[in-house]
């Protein structure tokens, strides 16, 4: 009874403690933080709130040149995201919100989230504001009902470990979410050289970043990329090297401009998945790269009954490309227990494709894939330089690569014109 008592004594006075402060485009930083004095900047109510504090942002459009370094337990509330903007002018390495520790080494827990606020980059008129947020080390974060636009590289980056040095495992982020928000012009395709002819000297920036996270939730959110030239545009959602595990990508409308030959026509990239990954119920006009990309990396179920588990999307452009190289799913390397089954493929030259990447030593084996009831429409068509693409694509004419239990059930195959084969 004297330890419930102490208990709840802690609880009702952590809760007395707590306050919410107000930052108002007519405020001053010199001011209390009330609501009838409330601050200016969202920099200034960062550092000088704790755990448990909210910041309520009041209606207006503010100015922030200063990095927001967001405590341990203190959210962010906005009235509405169309009404509470912050026109980001942050021009530093990372993010305008930074919630957490960019160069940690242990997880922390934030019980904290950023609510109903319109973050804008400017760009391309400034082109230099990186990115709207980044989480890093920092578990139960939630970002819902936001509006994140115009920012050179990123919108959302989460990331526990950054690199493909690891896997460390042991050490993800847990309980994060962003849903209910709207990206737009907020990811890049980076080429280092200038010379396009490679797309592999680049790097595709996304609107949404993940890496090492374990059950993260992604729903409900719009993402449009179609305001850049596709040369220049990134993906919606990358985690790589990724390293998740357990995590949904669900309920999404992805709109990526019309693939134009120089990148990669894909919406979702994840490499090295460690099991329990399931992408369903979205609508994305470009491709979802799943990966073992790394050498020696498969991707694994871990403790899970599969892989990946890709499920009940409509995947594929608008209208169909006048290039090769679009696809509906592509399974790289090597893979376990994956599921691919009841999507809409459409409009693509390969609809599931399984390609062969030189790793020397390292023998590619897809074990327990199952491809069932998808429908694949207008797929396959004719290309002057590659030929006629097919729905369902093996590399196994290749050395040293496997594919034992692998199920192709169900499936409907409806060819674009000029198209050849329903499985090779």
Known sequence: KLITILTFLIVTLTTIQATTYYISTSGSDGNAGSSGSPWQHLYYACAHTSSGDIIHVNAGTFTESSQSSLPVGVSIEGVTAGTSIINCRYAGSNAQILVGNPYGTSIVNGNQHIWNITLDGNYPTTSNIFSAILVTYRSNVEIANCVISNFLNSGVEEIAQNGCSYPNTTVCTTGNSIHDCSFRNCSQYYWFSGDHSNRDN???????????????????????????????????????????????????????????????????????????????????????????????????????????????????????????????????????????????????????????????????????????????????????????????????????????????????????????????
């Not at 919406?267 to 609508?283: C, F, H, P, S, T």
């Not at 694994?300 to 594929?316: L, R």
């Not at 390609?355 to 023998?363: A, L």
């Open 202 to 424: 680049a790097d595709g920036r996304a609107a949404i970043r993940m890496d090492t996270q374990d059950g993260m939730l992604i729903y409900n959110n719009t993402i449009d990329l179609t305001q850049r030239t596709a040369e220049y545009t990134g993906y919606a959602i990358k985690g790589v090297c990724g390293y998740n595990k357990n995590c949904k990508i669900y309920n999404n409308t992805i709109t990526i401009i019309p693939y134009d030959g120089y990148t990669y026509n894909f919406a979702i990239e994840l490499w090295n998945n460690r099991g329990g990954m399931e992408i369903y119920n979205n609508v994305i006009t470009a491709a979802v790269d799943i990966s073992g990309d790394c050498p020696g990396i498969t991707q694994q179920k871990g403790s899970s009954t599969y892989s990946v588990w890709v499920h009940n999307n409509t995947i594929g452009p608008v209208t169909q490309s006048s290039y090769s190289r679009t696809y509906g799913v592509l399974n790289e390397q090597s893979a376990e227990y994956v599921i691919i089954e009841k999507n809409y493929i459409k409009n693509v030259w390969r609809g599931i494709y399984h390609p062969f990447n030189d790793i020397s030593g390292k023998t590619l084996s897809f074990t327990n894939e199952r491809i069932s009831y998808n429908i694949f429409n207008n797929v396959g068509y004719y290309n002057a330089t590659d030929g006629a693409g097919c729905g369902i694509y093996y590399a196994t004419w290749v050395a040293d690569y496997v594919c034992d239990n692998v199920s192709i059930d169900n499936n409907v195959f409806i060819s674009a014109s000029g198209g050849q084969y329903g499985i090779i």
